[in-house]
């Protein structure tokens, strides 16, 4: 009797050892899983997923009139780690911009009410082949007043030889 049960604790054991051994919570091998944790971590201030999508050398930009305040990662998980639970309420979408084999550029918004929160997410591949967040910049728009578009001048390039 007790080796049943002895070999039914071992079996459990291993099994759930072999289970959470294997799972990868964060699959960082695609951008998009990375831009859809970015967006769920901002709503809940869901530190776990915010700390396992950036860089450890990853920072936010924000501007504040004339000034652009950054915080380091580690500031931003502090501040998460201590206003988690939320649930904003809100709506998100993303775009990507720009992408190559181990960059990419992607614009996510928020839309609280009347406003709207740009943030454009720099994504790198590290050594280790998976996506990271290492640069966040944020800007505030008033969905009412829009900000104007700029549209640059052109330029003429000619290639002397």
């Known amino acids: 009797m007790r ?5 039914a604790c071992i079996i459990g054991i291993l099994s759930a050892t072999t289970t959470t051994g294997f799972a990868n919570p ?5 951008y998009h899983v990375i831009i859809e944790q970015f967006i769920d ?14 860089d450890d ?41 720009a992408k190559s084999g181990a960059l990419v550029i992607a614009r996510v918004d928020f839309v609280h009410g009347k406003d709207m929160q740009h943030n454009y997410l720099t994504i790198e591949k590290n050594k280790d082949k998976e996506w990271k967040i290492t640069q966040v ?13 700029e549209i640059a001048p052109k330029h003429n390039i000619i290639a002397k030889n």
């Open 3 to 7: 080796s049943r049960i002895f070999t």
């Open 26 to 30: 964060t699959k960082t091998n695609d």
């Open 41 to 54: 971590s901002h709503s809940t201030a869901n530190y776990k997923a915010f700390r396992d999508i950036t």
């Open 57 to 97: 050398n990853a920072t936010v930009k924000m501007s504040h009139g004339e000034m652009v305040i950054v915080q380091p990662r580690a500031d931003l998980l502090t501040q998460m780690k201590s206003d988690s639970p939320i649930k904003l309420n809100c709506d998100a979408n993303y775009e990507v911009l």
């Open 137 to 149: 910049c944020t800007f505030f728009e008033d969905i009412n007043n829009p900000m104007p578009k």
